[in-house]
């Protein structure tokens, strides 16, 4: 893509090559302190007026931990890019890009509240999902599936459920939309069942001597 190929030119050894697969670009800002010049630069001079979104890996176990996607759009030459770049456990934090582009606002509030980056210069930076004062943030790797108990007298709390409060269970292929809809994963048999199907596991160990399995419910004989 061109305007990759300027943003490379423009910013040297700062952008990475830029990686083309099944025709979108990405580019790599090795420095997170500047990534407010770089996409003020894709915005004013390369036609890239439109944010789509913004979003955080959490790459547990590795060094730096997380990454931030930062996916673009130009209505005039429309073409994508995606900007990447990453942001260490220890630091936790990285400038703010609502002075390129004001719908960053929600975006960078949203990865505040699940992944616990904080964006230095956001007008407002508060949690939009979970209530201020709740300790954990849901979507990093080390929250458990369930969920964690947390109790803010007056205010909120919460207790361990499945499907409630972290990141869910998907299985890919599936005969049906059914199978491939987020599940819970059940340690002992690394079976995969619906929340009814928990509710319902007394019933279903009595029905057909165990409570786990996939299909349909069917009397012992």
């Given at each position: 893509?061109?305007?990759?190929?300027?943003?490379?030119?423009?910013?040297?050894?700062?952008?990475?090559?830029?990686?083309?697969f099944?025709?979108?670009t990405t580019?790599?800002v090795?420095d997170?302190?500047?990534?407010?010049?770089?996409?003020?630069?894709?915005?004013?001079?390369?036609?890239f007026?439109y944010?789509?979104?913004?979003c955080?890996?959490?790459?547990?176990?590795d060094?730096?931990?997380?990454t931030?996607?930062?996916?673009?759009?130009?209505?005039?030459?429309?073409?994508?890019?995606?900007?990447?770049?990453?942001?260490?456990?220890e630091?936790?934090?990285?400038?703010?890009?609502?002075?390129?582009?004001?719908?960053?606002?929600?975006h960078?509030?949203?990865?505040?509240?699940?992944?616990?980056l904080r964006f230095?210069?956001?007008?407002?930076?508060?949690?939009?999902?979970m209530?201020e004062g709740y300790?954990?943030?849901?979507?990093?790797?080390?929250?458990?599936?369930?969920?964690?108990?947390?109790?803010m007298p007056?205010?909120?709390?919460?207790?361990?459920?499945?499907?409630?409060g972290?990141?869910?269970?998907?299985?890919?292929?599936?005969?049906d939309?059914?199978a491939?809809?987020?599940r819970?994963?059940?340690p002992?048999?690394?079976?995969?069942?619906?929340?009814?199907?928990?509710?319902?596991?007394k019933?279903?160990q009595?029905?057909?001597g165990r409570?786990?399995?996939?299909?349909?419910?069917?009397p012992?004989?």
């Amino acid at each position: 893509m061109e305007q990759a190929q300027q943003l490379k030119a423009k910013f040297g050894e700062l952008i990475s090559e830029p990686m083309e697969f099944r025709g979108e670009t990405t580019l790599k800002v090795l420095d997170a302190e500047r990534i407010v010049e770089v996409c003020e630069f894709a915005k004013r001079s390369l036609g890239f007026d439109y944010l789509l979104d913004i979003c955080s890996i959490d790459n547990y176990g590795d060094d730096p931990r997380f990454t931030v996607v930062y996916h673009l759009y130009g209505l005039g030459h429309r073409q994508h890019l995606r900007l990447k770049t990453d942001v260490s456990e220890e630091k936790s934090e990285l400038p703010t890009i609502t002075t390129v582009w004001r719908t960053a606002d929600w975006h960078e509030r949203e990865i505040y509240d699940m992944m616990g980056l904080r964006f230095r210069g956001h007008p407002d930076l508060r949690r939009i999902l979970m209530w201020e004062g709740y300790p954990y943030f849901p979507l990093r790797k080390d929250f458990p599936l369930a969920g964690k108990p947390s109790d803010m007298p007056e205010v909120a709390f919460s207790k361990p459920a499945p499907l409630e409060g972290g990141p869910f269970v998907t299985i890919a292929g599936g005969k049906d939309r059914i199978a491939r809809e987020p599940r819970v994963r059940i340690p002992e048999t690394d079976a995969i069942e619906t929340n009814a199907r928990l509710e319902r596991r007394k019933e279903i160990q009595e029905a057909h001597g165990r409570s786990h399995g996939p299909g349909p419910i069917e009397p012992k004989k």
